[in-house]
């Protein structure tokens, strides 16, 4: 059974940083890329970052220069660190395995001072 766990959001005040976690299970993860997306209130679904099974990374225009998407195989872990949070990335943040259309529950983020 292919699941997500997230964890690491957070109330945190503009300028902060943050860094989640989705540990993986029930699949071949170090082969397996994998993305953040982000809901905000009110807002559609949108990507935020994607990390092949390689490590060959995306991200999003609106997030680019201060987050970053890693992983770390051997803990079946993708992880998203955000740096210079502003008001825009309040949302509720999902990670998700493309290849098997899973996602993990969202953990979320509330930028504010």
């Known amino acids: 059974q292919v699941q997500l766990v997230e964890s690491g959001g957070g109330l945190v005040q503009p300028g902060g940083f943050l860094r989640f976690s989705c540990v993986a299970s029930?699949?071949?993860?170090?082969?397996?890329?994998m993305k953040w997306y982000r809901q905000a209130p009110g807002k559609e679904r949108e990507f935020v970052a994607f990390?092949?099974?390689?490590?060959?990374?995306i991200t999003a225009d609106s997030v680019r220069g201060r987050f970053a998407i890693s992983r770390d195989n051997a803990k079946n872990t993708v992880y998203l660190q955000m740096n210079s949070l502003n008001s825009a990335d309040t949302a509720v943040y999902y990670c998700?395995?493309?290849?098997?259309?899973?996602w993990g529950q969202g953990t979320q983020v509330t930028v504010s001072s």
């Open positions: 998700q395995v493309p290849v098997y259309n899973a």
């Open positions: 029930g699949f071949a993860f170090s082969t397996a890329s």
């Open positions: 990390i092949s099974g390689t490590g060959g990374t």
